[in-house]
């Protein structure tokens, strides 16, 4: 776990820990980014996040994720079903794991955005957090809750961190995504088709502001058990 610390200042971006991944969105993930990872069931969002969270980590990043699907035993068995182990980082304290429970019937949505983004505000050592997923919370709030949280999400990261959210596709109405589309600085869009008997996923770089380099447009992937995000000729993916 060899610190990238002392050239931090020299540093504009975060690697995801994937050669390709980082090519096709222009260098990796820039600092000061609100990044929206959207799709459907199935399509490998939390496991791009989980790459992203890794990639972070190994860059000498402190790092907070937000699981509303996992405890922190069954995350950790995740990340090493992917070959992805964070058993070190968590024990030396640099992965904060936080299972989200959510009472969707007793709380109220707003009082859940301001609670949780009071807890990230308070994340003062972690550089990159992530939350996997917003889906529930967005299901049960309206369009100025979810601005409201993504514009105080946008004030934690104009200190020089990383946001990353994961959402289903449909979680928001066509009015409050185009706006939140407008706040996020990186928005991912996945997708799952079938190939013959595979499934191919694909992601598409929509948007990453302040890139170093120019983006790519498509990414195709597979996710395989101990190798985790595996990339795919795009041919393949578009099959």
Do not use: W
Not at 60 to 67: C, K, N, P, R
Not at 114 to 133: G, K, P
Not at 205 to 227: C, H, S, W, Y
């Amino acid at each position: 776990m060899t610190s990238q610390s002392t050239v931090r200042g020299e540093l504009r971006s975060i690697s995801t820990g994937s050669v390709e991944i980082d090519r096709k969105m222009g260098g990796g993930i820039p600092y000061q980014t609100v990044m929206l990872i959207e799709g459907p069931a199935a399509s490998g969002k939390s496991t791009l996040a989980q790459q992203l969270l890794y990639g972070a980590l190994t860059s000498g990043e402190q790092v907070a994720i937000y699981t509303t699907e996992q405890t922190v035993q069954s995350f950790i068995r995740q990340m090493d079903s992917l070959g992805l182990s964070v058993t070190d980082y968590f024990l030396l304290g640099y992965l904060q794991i936080f299972p989200v429970s959510l009472s969707s019937d007793e709380t109220d949505p707003q009082v859940l955005f301001q609670e949780l983004s009071n807890h990230i505000e308070r994340q003062v050592n972690c550089r990159v957090i992530v939350v996997d997923a917003l889906t529930t919370f967005v299901s049960q709030a309206g369009g100025d809750q979810i601005l409201d949280f993504f514009g105080r999400c946008k004030a934690v990261c104009d200190s020089g961190k990383v946001v990353i959210c994961t959402v289903h596709d449909h979680a928001f109405d066509e009015d409050s995504l185009t706006r939140v589309r407008s706040v996020c600085d990186a928005y991912l869009r996945l997708q799952v088709r079938t190939s013959g008997s595979q499934l191919l996923k694909t992601i598409e770089v929509a948007k990453i502001r302040g890139a170093d380099m120019a983006t790519g447009n498509i990414i195709g992937f597979q996710v395989e058990p101990g190798l985790g995000i595996k990339i795919v000729p795009i041919s393949r993916a578009r099959a």
